[in-house]
């Protein structure tokens, strides 16, 4: 069984950084992607960033472009996403996913990490 277990959320300043990092563990190679989403209060979950195995990455919106970069660590099995120039709108939980399949979807989730953006 998977585990997803996510770190590194906290209180920033805009304009600040932060970078969450989430460790697979139960058979991480079996899951060919791994994502980060976030869902702020009162709004719909949203798709930030995905990433392989192999390093191949997808990026969600226009808002978080440029400013977030998505990492793996394949000797760590740990899946990174480097936060810079943060915003209030950015302040969200944000929470690791994993799929079994490179087209399918998004099956396993962490119990997610908040990210606070003061202004």
């Known amino acids: 069984q998977v585990q997803l277990v996510e770190s590194g959320g906290g209180l920033v300043q805009a304009g600040g950084s932060l970078r969450l990092s989430c460790a697979v563990t139960?058979?991480?190679?079996?899951?060919?992607?791994m994502g980060w989403f976030r869902q702020a209060p009162g709004k719909e979950r949203e798709f930030v960033a995905s990433?392989?195995?192999?390093?191949?990455?997808?990026y969600g919106g226009d808002s978080v472009k440029g400013r977030f970069t998505v990492s793996i660590d394949n000797a760590k099995f740990t899946m990174y996403l480097q936060m810079g120039s943060l915003k209030p709108d950015d302040t969200a939980v944000y929470y690791c996913?994993?799929?079994?399949?490179?087209?399918?979807?998004?099956?396993?989730w962490g119990q997610g990490t908040q990210v606070t953006v003061s202004s």
């Open positions: 996913v994993a799929k079994t399949t490179i087209s399918g979807a998004w099956v396993y």
């Open positions: 990433i392989s195995w192999g390093g191949a990455t997808t």
């Open positions: 139960g058979r991480p190679r079996s899951y060919p992607a």
